[in-house]
């Protein structure tokens, strides 16, 4: 990942571990790349709205192109996390895209799930997340979601390391104006069949003594937010970073988000993408 500095106030000031910058900028020309539907899941892991422990305001939502040179059809359904995505979804758009149209599926996007798109292949999509502040998104930055397909993300039984998700104390106050950082984990269920997945934070083994496993549905996100901070102690660290260690028995895609609030309102996230094995 690459390196991220914290621009608050002493004591918080430090400095993150750093990473290669040609796998970094590689993971990110990847994760900007439109998504050719069928069917394209982007994975939400703050829903719109004020996240009242960051004093950050974020908006997820899916655009979608028609690139083809004929009027297509295309449909988006929003699946809250924990959901069976194969027998739930609440509609977001179902309408024709004339030649090189543009739609926006945002609505009711209120809580942690996936946005799942459908239409012909000649659509692409691509997730984006506005991050900012006050009721209404006063925008201070835009980051790339994931946009997976079925085969895309980790074989059943693999394992993949998500690097730097972190835990940053906020400074007295907290909130708006104060400064801190959190990081959130999300683990998406690709297949059609329920999945059953471990979690291992060897790195924290004092925050982390046991393995997490969750049961995650059919075509669904199982999210957990705030990772290291619902387990963290008055007297821990002002600065905490994990790397879990996640495997699937079905196709899985792992992702983290970290969230930052600036003392100056600057607020932005960071995607931290998968580990990638060389086996093909």
Not at 2 to 25: D, H, I, M, Y
Not at 83 to 101: C, F, N
């Amino acid at each position: 990942m690459p390196t991220a500095s914290w621009r608050g106030p002493e004591p918080v000031a430090r400095r993150l571990p750093s990473f290669g910058w040609s796998v970094v900028l590689a993971a990110m020309w990847l994760a900007a790349q439109p998504a050719v539907a069928g069917e394209v899941v982007i994975p939400v892991l703050r829903g719109a709205g004020l996240q009242n422990d960051l004093g950050v305001t974020v908006e997820p939502s899916a655009r979608i192109t028609n690139l083809g040179g004929v009027a297509r059809r295309v449909a988006a359904r929003f699946v809250a996390a924990g959901m069976d995505g194969t027998k739930s979804g609440v509609a977001l758009l179902s309408r024709t895209l004339p030649p090189s149209g543009l739609a926006q599926a945002d609505d009711a996007v209120a809580a942690p799930g996936l946005i799942v798109v459908s239409g012909a292949p000649q659509m692409t999509v691509n997730g984006q997340m506005a991050v900012g502040w006050g009721s209404h998104v006063q925008v201070s930055g835009f980051t790339v979601l994931p946009a997976l397909r079925a085969s895309d993300g980790a074989r059943p039984g693999q394992s993949v390391i998500v690097p730097g998700i972190l835990w940053l104390r906020f400074v007295a106050g907290g909130g708006v104006g104060s400064g801190g950082a959190v990081g959130d984990l999300g683990v998406v269920n690709l297949a059609r069949t329920g999945a059953r997945c471990t979690i291992e934070v060897a790195d924290e083994p004092g925050l982390f003594p046991d393995p997490i496993v969750l049961e995650v549905p059919p075509l669904s996100l199982a999210a957990l937010p705030d990772l290291i901070g619902a387990r963290v102690g008055a007297d821990a660290r002002n600065l905490i970073v994990v790397s879990p260690r996640v495997r699937c028995d079905r196709q899985f895609y792992a992702f983290a988000i970290d969230f930052f609030a600036e003392a100056d309102l600057s607020h932005r996230a960071q995607v931290l993408t998968p580990s990638v094995g060389l086996a093909p």
